[in-house]
């Protein structure tokens, strides 16, 4: 089976983010990248598949040069060769644009299942495999924490908030996004790093697959950036425990606004 | 490492720096977050070996016949950097032990036989090792060691004891020196010692000031038999075995020290900027400032003399020379460098809160172990005809 994983090079969360000075971005120079880590789970999860009914495990990823180091970490982990989006045409793509690029990539590659993170850290828009789904007519299953696959049928469960847990089943093609707890991700073992150098990559431009993507074709577009403002000092109240108590829940209702 | 020290030296390929990467995060994850629960028990959990064979760490530059990765001493240095971020020296002592101390040699001059045996098990993390050199009466003073092993028919028979055994308590195989001939560095030789053989003890394990989740043991040979084939290189050889094998120990140590020390600092600037005293950050005071520019200055010092003595091992060529600085120069500034580290901290650095109180405490060893830095200064005399 050909399995596919959507990967995308997201900063560091230790990193300190900063707004550059034309405020259309974030100043990328002291950043350091690594693999969206929901990402992490949807690379295990291909790989489990991979050992359990075989095939290879495709990483696609859309992004400048430097993507291909996230990729590298994924070939690493045990992924059999990687495809990679890196072409000005790829620019200033909204989320459609992603994910229409990242689909046709797939289709090119003969791809029947894909995973992917159920949402990537930097910017939370939580759109593009769920895009790529239904591009593609495929079912797609987002945030699993489980999945148990027999044959073309595919049984996740999903944790919906106050202890639910939803079961789906699906038939494939289709696309699945990772839950933190899916699995627990395998490191790149020193050995594995030296196997991903000589790992396939391809690439593809936008030509190449004939996408409607890049900033001209975005129908979503950013005004500007800016820091969330900072966050005031706590405060502590004193006097009596009776008065604190009202006090905290008037500060509560009328400041906090949470109850 | 990420600090902006860090070298855009040739010889670290990006494979190396994804390497360097791969252990820091195998650290963060596997090791730090129970360096303080290893350290209360004194000792950590027997997978750590395995889970570390699998990771590749523990034969970087074993030959990929058996198990290992094939790659040079920049690895090596690369994996030694990346095993700071353990918090743990204790452990990363334990697994260095394994990869860079017990083994290599071993690797060098061992039999087929004795690769397949221990060698290939040690890399894989199935098999823990050990190097037994050190006894009560031979620290560094190795030429006078005193454990005997008579050669009775195709066997050595082996009687005595030895001290300061890092991994002891549970080690399956030992590098072992013993004497075997005349008194003084002619009559002693290297065995590879499995040991489930009877007639071996484990005595105590050492109580010890730092580096607490490592075991250090006292071990005894009673009329221990083990094959003359297991004899290690030539007899009566042994010195100038242990010798050579040293040199990779020491460097090794060297660059822990130099590795250690700049996180400790990076550690310490950070923390100046979040702690405030006298109505401004304790990192802006001058005093403080120009201590963490010396101890930049000095550590970025230390680092390429490091890398200096690296680059010739890695060549092949002679480098005890530039070892043996490497490790005075890195152990002894070390020491003055977690001094003032832990001084800044105040009164958190006193207490075992902050990992700077623990690496305080660790860094300790590194102008004992692998030789004393008066040891390392009377090699230099020796060579420098002083």
């Known amino acids: ?259 | 490492m990420n600090s902006p020290s860090a070298p855009a030296f040739p010889p670290f390929t990006p494979e190396h720096s994804a390497l360097r990467q791969a252990v820091k995060d195998f650290c963060i994850k596997e090791i730090a977050p129970y360096s303080e629960e290893w350290d209360k028990e004194g000792i950590f959990p027997v997978e750590l070996f395995k889970k570390a064979g699998e990771m590749g760490l523990l034969g970087i530059r074993v030959d990929p016949s058996w198990g290992g990765l094939g790659m040079d001493w920049w690895a090596t240095t690369a994996y030694v950097e990346g095993l700071t971020y353990c918090e743990n020296a204790g452990v990363a002592m334990a697994l260095m032990v394994q990869s860079d101390m017990a083994t290599p040699i071993i690797h060098e001059i061992g039999t087929e036989e004795q690769k397949d045996l221990f060698l290939k098990p040690a890399v894989a993390g199935d098999k823990i090792a050990a190097l037994g050199i050190s006894e009560p009466n031979a620290g560094s003073d190795v030429a006078n060691l005193e454990c005997r092993a008579r050669k009775v028919g195709d066997e050595y028979v082996i009687s005595g004891q030895k001290l300061w055994i890092t991994n002891g308590t549970r080690a399956d195989f030992i590098t072992l020196g013993v004497r075997t001939g005349e008194d003084g560095f002619g009559g002693i030789s290297l065995l590879t010692f499995p040991t489930d053989v009877k007639g071996y003890s484990i005595g105590r394990k050492l109580d010890k000031i730092g580096n607490l989740a490592s075991d250090t043991a006292e071990l005894f040979f009673d009329e221990c038999r083990v094959p003359a084939r297991f004899l290690l290189g030539q007899e009566n050889m042994g010195f100038y075995h242990i010798m050579t094998n040293f040199q990779g120990e020491r460097l090794v140590a060297a660059l822990s020290a130099m590795a250690g020390m700049e996180k400790a600092v990076r550690e310490a600037i950070q923390y100046g900027t979040e702690r405030s005293a006298f109505g401004r950050p304790i990192g802006k005071f001058q005093v403080w400032r120009h201590r963490f520019a010396e101890h930049l200055t000095a550590i970025e010092a230390g680092r390429w003399l490091c890398y200096r003595a690296v680059d010739l091992e890695d060549r092949g060529q002679p480098a005890t020379r530039e070892i043996t600085m490497a490790k005075l120069f890195c152990g002894d500034l070390a020491q003055r460098v977690m001094y003032d580290c832990m001084q800044f901290y105040g009164g958190f650095g006193y207490t075992t809160e902050y990992p700077v109180g623990r690496a305080w405490r660790d860094i300790r060893l590194l102008t004992v172990g692998g030789g004393t830095s008066e040891v390392m200064k009377e090699i230099l005399v020796k060579m420098e005809g002083l």
């Open chain 1, 1 to 259: 089976m050909n399995i596919g994983v959507l990967l995308k090079q997201v900063p560091d969360t230790e990193s300190r983010i900063k707004i550059n000075g034309d405020a259309n971005g974030i100043e990328d120079g002291d950043i350091k990248w690594i693999v969206n880590p929901y990402d992490e789970f949807a690379v295990e999860q291909a790989l489990q598949v991979k050992s359990a009914v075989g095939g290879e495990v495709v990483i696609f990823s859309l992004g400048s040069s430097r993507t291909l180091d996230a990729a590298r970490t994924a070939l690493a982990m045990g992924a059999d060769r990687a495809v990679i989006l890196d072409d000005d045409g790829f620019a200033g793509s909204d989320s459609l644009g992603v994910a229409a690029s990242l689909a046709k990539a797939a289709q090119e590659e003969g791809i029947e299942l894909l995973f992917a993170g159920k949402q990537a850290i930097d910017d939370d828009a939580v759109q593009v495999p769920q895009i790529v789904g239904t591009l593609l007519e495929w079912p797609v299953a987002t945030a699993i924490s489980s999945y148990e696959q027999d044959g073309d049928s595919v049984t996740v469960k999903r944790e919906v908030g106050g202890g639910q847990t939803e079961v789906i089943k699906v038939t494939l093609p289709a696309v699945f996004t990772a839950d933190k707890g899916l699995n627990s991700p395998r490191y790149a073992s020193l050995p594995g790093i030296m196997k991903a150098k000589s790992k396939p990559v391809k690439r593809y431009t936008a030509d190449d697959l004939g996408v409607e993507a890049g900033a001209d074709n975005a129908k979503v577009t950013t005004d500007g950036y800016h820091m969330p403002p900072p966050r005031p000092a706590g405060r502590i109240l004193d006097g009596e425990l009776g008065d604190q108590v009202k006090e905290l829940v008037k500060l509560l209702r009328q400041e906090a606004k949470v109850l």
